[in-house]
């Protein structure tokens, strides 16, 4: 087929899972045409199927906001038309569906075979697609998608909640590259980092204050005084960064934690890493918590949204209640100071990893682009008939 996808370029999840989405379906011998704003950053080298095609906002001095929304429709209007796709998946309803909506519109009959499917991934569901400046623009760009898609069922569930929606909303988790992300001994990149059998703990994200990243430095400063020897490793950056530097310092914990910033190769420090972090009061999925387990380290999440559809309590890690760092740092103590209850946690985090594997949920989105293009004709057949 031939395919436009639409993501977010920045560090977040959705962009993640559109640009890995994008490559998979390029090695299963798809033409992909992926669309944003700036080439997103696991986009980085040439991929054979894949073309990248920028989307150019004109500054003007009567803009203070410029209407991205509108360029990336005439964008997906001139790929419909000149690149003849065959579908058009968006990454996150706002304004990607929006625009997707318009464009369809103004090529009427020409584009009336092209099915549009979304893919809601979170915050433009639970917080930003909720404000009520958004919503009757996200419920109707939904409610017109010829297809959606949910990264869990928790948010299927909450979209049915929060939003008027008369479409069925498939479940399609996201994914993860068991292969690229998985354990690795490393001695070199962990002696860099530890000593002896001091142990890791790791937390990745875009440090937006929902991934409360405080609660991660106040549950490792009370790991510290239990007496395990640890380092924390922080990897991201955001608009939380400097408060949480603040508190370590307040805390007393900053020789034992390391800011290392936005990385590339996450998978490295994932490798070599004993417990993960993921504090969260709101995540649809947790895909960095499903990168860390494929690497075979046990997550200690907080149990909110579809954390615990992902993160099995007692098993892959530890789910506790949105907040409480005195049960995180329990918890993390009891598995880090119990090497038989700590390997048998590694092994199920990248067992549960496994059913995440990538080859088989891009296969699930193939055969939903399918049953939605064979609607799509029967729908058209019978209109016409
Ligand atoms: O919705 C967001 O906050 C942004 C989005 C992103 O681009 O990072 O994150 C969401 O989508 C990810 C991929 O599907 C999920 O793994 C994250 O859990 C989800 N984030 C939240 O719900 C906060």
Do not use: W
Not at 377 to 383: D, E, N, Q, S
């Amino acid at each position: 087929m031939n395919i436009g996808i639409v993501g977010y370029p920045t560090y977040g999840g959705s962009g993640v899972v559109a640009t890995e989405l994008s490559k998979g379906l390029a090695r299963r011998g798809h033409k992909v045409h992926f669309m944003s704003y700036a080439r997103p950053h696991r986009l980085n080298g040439f991929e054979t199927n894949i073309s990248f095609h920028e989307v150019t906002i004109n500054a003007y001095p009567l803009f203070e906001y410029p209407p991205y929304d509108l360029a990336l429709a005439s964008h997906m209007v001139n790929l419909i038309e000149y690149q003849k796709l065959d579908l058009l998946h968006v990454h996150y309803a706002i304004p990607h569906t929006t625009s997707a909506f318009l464009a369809k519109q103004i090529l009427g009959p020409k584009a009336a075979h092209v099915p549009i499917i979304t893919t809601l991934h979170g915050t433009d569901i639970t917080i930003v697609g909720s404000d009520p400046s958004y919503l009757p623009v996200v419920n109707f760009s939904i409610n017109q998608s010829d297809g959606v898609t949910a990264v869990s069922g928790y948010l299927r569930d909450e979209t049915y909640m929060r939003f008027e929606i008369d479409n069925a909303i498939e479940v399609i988790p996201n994914f993860v590259d068991l292969e690229r992300f998985k354990r690795d001994a490393k001695e070199r990149c962990r002696k860099s980092i530890v000593q002896g059998d001091e142990k890791i703990i790791t937390h990745v994200s875009n440090f937006r204050k929902v991934k409360r990243v405080t609660d991660v430095a106040e549950t490792f400063s009370r790991v510290l005084k239990s007496g395990i020897r640890a380092k924390l490793l922080f990897v991201g950056d955001g608009p939380e960064r400097s408060t949480v530097e603040a508190m370590c310092r307040d805390l007393g914990c900053c020789e034992h934690v390391r800011f290392l910033g936005k990385q590339e190769n996450v998978e490295e420090i994932l490798s070599i890493s004993d417990a993960f972090m993921m504090p969260s009061a709101s995540e649809t999925f947790g895909l960095a918590a499903l990168e860390a387990m494929s690497c075979g380290v046990p997550v200690i999440s907080s149990d909110v949204g579809g954390l615990p559809e992902l993160n099995l309590d007692g098993k892959t890690g530890f789910v506790c209640k949105l907040g409480d760092v005195d049960a995180m740092a329990d918890r993390a103590i009891a598995m880090l100071s119990n090497p038989e209850l700590h390997q048998k946690m590694q092994l199920a985090a990248r067992k549960r990893a496994e059913d995440f594997e990538q080859d088989h949920v891009v296969a699930m989105y193939e055969a939903y682009y399918q049953k939605v293009t064979e609607r799509l004709k029967k729908r058209a057949g019978l209109t016409a008939g």
